[in-house]
């Protein structure tokens, strides 16, 4: 009987889909979308109001989109390792923190100085661009998997916070939170991160574990992948990234949406109920939206392997904006959950696609510095929207003014998508 062929090897890759698929998880405890369910309690008992906690939110968003472009190199040459064991033990330590403070400031300060510069080096760049760096036609799915961990934690949020707080009061939530990302994320990622296939011998993908062809790392004959090798392997220096239309483009895209993802994540509770509807039904439609961003996620993530991503991202921002356009306009809760289950869907897109588009404009060797430099644009924009959001509430006594403009913005990127075009890079060698 002729030998069977062995059996292929587990491609290492998956770990470090597992290692961030973990550091999301606990990425979520720093987001909005968290931030937004402790907004009552936080500013009642701090004594600060609504506008001014945002403003807290928006630092923290500088202060990573400042830090990017100085950790995205680090994650080109070194990879992402103790990048997120440092990072994961900064957060954890910070969220222990959080749980004795006596003042809106001394809240501010452990926020900015330890959770916000420690979210930056375990969170979404660090871990989207290691994993870019081990898979080009499965990067879709390995990112968005990646990415479900953040998504359920998202959908599990409102509930187990709602519920720590009648148990243990929100302070010690907080440590709760701490606890968690010391024991797991630190650990992990100090064993098992590593920079890219290259530095164990494999290809991206798990080719060279299967045996493949070397030129099977291009894209297969019927796939509507949008890179080739070259570009997988284009060395970008900043300057030459900043020169291009491609990168200045995305950024407005992704940086004009920020802004009302920001501001939305945080306020949305306080927006729902002070439309009449109950703490209950905010709760709901919170984990609504995270269950649809969840449970599609996926999905956005195989569409951006075979769709062309500008398609993709188009249709991502129109799926947004009717969403909150149908929840905006609902007089019923069951309107209001629709709005929301739409806008949920769209959002899933949302971190997939955008880690998707730069990887496949600009390769794998330099995509550190171009998250970098991207993220500083478009968390400047993001930074806005918490206190755009804050500060019409507290002028107008609503959230009204600021949805619609949300809605305009998405409405903007959707058109922007369609300006995409790949980068021309100029044969020269890399600074």
């Not at 889909?17 to 973990?22: D, E, M, R, Y």
Request: charged letters at 10%.
């Amino acid at each position: 009987m002729p030998a069977s062929s062995p059996k292929p090897k587990f491609f290492y890759g998956w770990y470090i889909v597992a290692v961030g698929f973990l550091a999301q998880v606990n990425c979520a405890f720093n987001m909005s979308s968290t931030l937004s369910v402790f907004l009552k309690p936080l500013t009642e008992d701090l004594a600060v109001s609504r506008g001014l906690f945002s403003l807290m939110r928006s630092g923290e968003i500088l202060i990573a989109g400042a830090l990017a472009p100085l950790v995205g190199p680090l994650v080109d040459r070194y990879g992402g390792r103790w990048l997120m064991t440092a990072g994961a033990f900064s957060a954890g330590v910070g969220f222990i923190f959080l749980a004795q403070v006596g003042s809106f400031w001394q809240f501010l300060f452990v926020r900015w100085l330890f959770v916000a510069i420690g979210g930056v080096f375990m969170c979404q760049m660090v871990v989207s661009v290691t994993i870019s760096r081990w898979f080009v036609r499965k990067r879709g799915r390995a990112i968005a998997i990646a990415s479900l961990g953040q998504g359920m934690s998202k959908v599990l949020i409102p509930i187990v916070t709602a519920t720590l707080f009648i148990w243990v009061g929100w302070r010690s939530t907080w440590a709760i939170f701490g606890l968690l990302t010391l024991l797991s994320v630190v650990i992990p990622s100090a064993l098992l991160m590593r920079p890219g296939p290259e530095s164990m011998g494999l290809e991206p993908d798990g080719i060279a574990a299967l045996s493949e062809p070397q030129s099977s790392f291009a894209p297969e004959p019927g796939d509507r992948a949008q890179t080739s090798r070259a570009q997988e392997e284009a060395h970008w220096s900043r300057r030459e990234i900043v020169r291009t239309q491609t990168f200045w483009i995305i950024c407005f895209m992704y940086g004009m949406a920020n802004v009302g993802i920001a501001g939305l994540n945080l306020h949305v509770f306080a927006y729902i109920t002070d439309r009449g509807f109950g703490a209950l039904v905010a709760a709901t439609a919170l984990t609504i939206i995270a269950a649809t961003q969840l449970s599609s996620t996926l999905i956005w993530g195989l569409i951006g392997e075979k769709v062309d991503i500008r398609h993709a991202s188009m249709a991502m921002f129109v799926v947004e904006a009717s969403g909150l356009v149908l929840a905006m306009s609902a007089v019923h809760v069951l309107g209001l959950y629709a709005g929301f289950f739409l806008y949920g869907i769209g959002l899933g897109g949302s971190f997939v696609l955008q880690e998707l588009i730069w990887a496949t404009y600009f390769g794998r060797f330099s995509l550190g510095t171009v998250r970098g430099l991207g993220t500083l644009v478009t968390y400047a924009f993001g930074a806005a929207g918490a206190p755009f959001f804050g500060f019409v509430h507290d002028v107008t006594g609503s959230y009204q003014s600021s949805f619609l403009a949300f809605v305009g913005a998405l409405a903007v990127s959707a058109i922007l998508s369609a300006a995409v075009r790949v980068p021309q890079k100029k044969s020269r060698a890399p600074d």
